[in-house]
C-alpha cells in the first residue's frame, strides 16, 4: 500500500478528500484509499502491483468483465469517427431501439449519468401531471440532485449523513421519504395527505445493500398510483440489463434469494411496467452514460417537441454508445447469458452460506443476478433502519481480510457485490480461504 498511501496524501492536496467520489474515500473501514493501475477480466491490479478479484466492478457498470475485447474495439472503432458530434448521428437510433424493443410504448432519451436520468425523469413526471410532490424511500439513492438528499443510502449513509449542506430545505419541502417496505397504511395516507406528482423507487434496491421487496407493498404501492393518476419511475440505474434483459421492467418480474437463520429461499413476483424508468451502468459498457425513458404522452412533454426543458451536449456521444451497444449486443447474442451469471452468483452466495455457518458467525445473504450482500445480522433486513442496525465492526474486520487475501469488496455495507461473466472458481475460492481467517 505504499505507493498508494503516497498518492492519496498528493491527491489531498489538489482533490476534495483527495477522492472523486465518497465511497472510494474507505472513511468507513478506517482505511486508507486503493489507486487501480489496470484491470482485465475479473482482476484489479494496484498502483503497488497487487491483484485483487473485484466485487464491486465499477459499482456494477462492468458485466463482461474489465478490459473487454467486446467493448474495447469497439470504443476504438469509434474514436476514429470522432469523440462528440454535438448533433444527431446514426447510432443514438440504433441504441434507443433496443429499449424500445422491450417497452414498445416508450421513448427513451440519453444523458451521461444515472443521476442525470432520475433528475430528468421527475422533472418530467412533474411536467406532465402538473403536481410537485413526489415520494421516495428512505434507503434508496437516485443520484445527487437536491430534491432526492432527504434520506439516502450508498455515499450518505456511508457517511452518517443524514441530509446534505449546501442543499436548501425549500429544495426538498416537496419531496416525501417514506420507509422502504412501508406499512400501506402509511402508503394510503401520503396519498391522502398530497396530491402525488411521482413514486421513484428501487425495486430491488442496492444502496442500502441489496433489501429484498415484498411483494405486498409493490403491489399497494402500484395500485395507489394508478387510482391517483400518479407517475410510477422505476430507478434501474444497477438493475437494469443486470438482473435480466431489461432488467425488473424488461423481465415483468422481480426475483431474489434469501438466506437467513440457516434457511435458504428463492422468491420471485411478476410485476407491472411502470410509467417511466431510468437505467445507467451496465448500459455504457464502463463509461459515462443514463437513459430515461416513459409513455409516449409522457415523453412528449420533453423540449423541444414539449415544454419540459431537458439538454445535454455530450448526451448520446457516439463513445459511449458504441460501448453501450457492444455490451448489450453480446448479451443478446450470448445463449443463456443470464442463467450463467446467475449461477455465478448463487455459487458465490453458497461457499458465503457454507463457510460463515462453519465459523458459526450469524450472516443474512441477500442476492440477485448479478449482485449480492451480506449483513452480519440473523435477519434478513427489510429496510434502512434494519441495515444500519447489523454489525459495522465485524462487517470492517471482514473487509480487511478479504483485502489482506486478494480480495475487494465495496468498502461499506450498504453497497451491493457486483459479479462479472468473468469470475471464475478461484475468486471465490480466496473468499473461502479469507473467511477461514477471520
Not at 503497488?48 to 462492468?62: F, K, R, V
Not at 442525470?116 to 439513492?141: L, N, P, Q, W
Not at 470492517?396 to 486478494?406: A, C, I
Request: with cysteine; proline share 4%; glycine share 8%.
Amino acid at each position: 500500500m505504499q505507493i498508494s498511501e503516497k498518492l492519496y496524501k498528493e491527491a489531498l492536496r489538489y482533490i476534495p478528500a483527495g477522492v472523486n467520489s465518497p465511497v472510494r474515500s474507505f472513511k468507513y473501514v478506517d482505511g486508507t484509499p486503493i489507486f487501480i493501475k489496470s484491470a482485465r477480466g475479473s482482476k484489479l491490479i494496484t498502483e503497488d502491483g497487487s491483484e485483487l478479484s473485484d466485487y464491486i466492478m465499477s459499482w456494477g457498470a462492468i458485466i463482461l468483465g474489465h478490459s473487454s475485447e467486446v467493448v474495447n474495439r469497439a470504443i476504438v472503432s469509434a474514436l476514429k469517427n470522432g469523440t462528440s458530434f454535438g448533433l444527431c448521428h446514426k447510432m443514438e437510433i440504433e441504441f434507443a431501439k433496443i429499449f424500445s424493443n422491450i417497452f414498445p410504448d416508450f421513448l427513451f432519451r440519453m444523458v451521461n449519468s444515472g443521476t442525470e436520468a432520475t433528475m430528468s425523469a421527475v422533472r418530467v413526471a412533474r411536467g406532465f401531471t402538473k403536481r410537485k410532490h413526489i415520494i421516495k424511500f428512505s434507503g434508496c439513492y437516485h443520484g445527487h440532485s437536491d430534491q432526492f438528499l432527504t434520506s439516502s443510502g450508498s455515499g450518505l449513509a456511508t457517511l452518517s449523513i443524514p441530509a446534505s449542506n449546501g442543499v436548501p430545505e425549500e429544495f426538498t419541502l416537496c419531496t416525501i421519504t417514506l420507509e422502504y417496505n412501508s406499512d400501506i397504511e402509511i402508503l394510503k395516507n401520503t396519498f391522502k395527505k398530497y396530491e402525488i406528482a411521482a413514486v421513484i423507487l428501487e425495486v430491488l434496491p442496492g444502496n442500502m445493500g441489496i433489501v429484498p421487496p415484498k411483494k405486498e407493498f409493490i403491489n399497494s404501492l402500484i395500485s395507489l398510483c394508478r387510482a391517483n393518476s400518479t407517475l410510477i419511475i422505476y430507478d434501474e440505474v444497477i438493475t437494469g440489463f443486470r438482473t435480466g434483459w431489461g432488467g425488473i421492467a424488461g423481465e415483468r418480474k422481480v426475483e431474489f434469494i434469501t438466506f437467513e437463520s440457516g434457511i435458504k429461499k428463492w422468491e420471485s413476483f411478476e410485476i407491472s411496467i411502470p410509467d417511466m424508468i431510468t437505467f445507467g451502468k451496465v448500459v455504457g459498457g464502463g463509461l459515462p452514460i443514463g437513459v430515461f425513458g416513459g409513455r409516449r404522452e409522457i415523453m412528449e412533454k420533453v423540449a423541444p417537441s414539449g415544454d419540459v426543458y431537458q439538454a445535454g451536449t455530450l448526451a448520446g456521444n457516439p463513445i459511449s454508445l458504441s460501448a453501450g451497444l457492444a455490451v448489450l449486443n453480446f448479451i443478446s447474442e450470448t445463449k443463456n447469458f443470464y442463467h450463467i451469471l446467475k449461477e455465478k452468483t448463487i455459487a458465490l452466495s453458497d461457499l458465503l452460506i457454507e463457510e460463515f455457518l462453519k465459523k458459526g458467525i450469524p450472516v443474512s445473504i441477500v442476492s440477485g443476478t448479478g449482485m449480492l450482500s451480506l449483513f452480519f445480522s440473523e435477519k434478513v433486513p427489510q429496510n434502512f433502519s434494519d441495515v444500519k442496525a447489523s454489525d459495522k465492526k465485524l462487517f470492517n474486520r471482514f473487509f480487511k481480510v478479504l483485502l489482506e487475501n486478494g480480495v475487494i469488496i465495496p468498502p461499506s455495507p450498504y453497497e451491493a457485490w457486483f459479479i462479472s461473466l468473468q469470475h471464475k472458481e478461484e475468486d471465490f475460492e480466496k473468499i473461502r480461504k479469507a473467511i477461514k481467517k477471520l
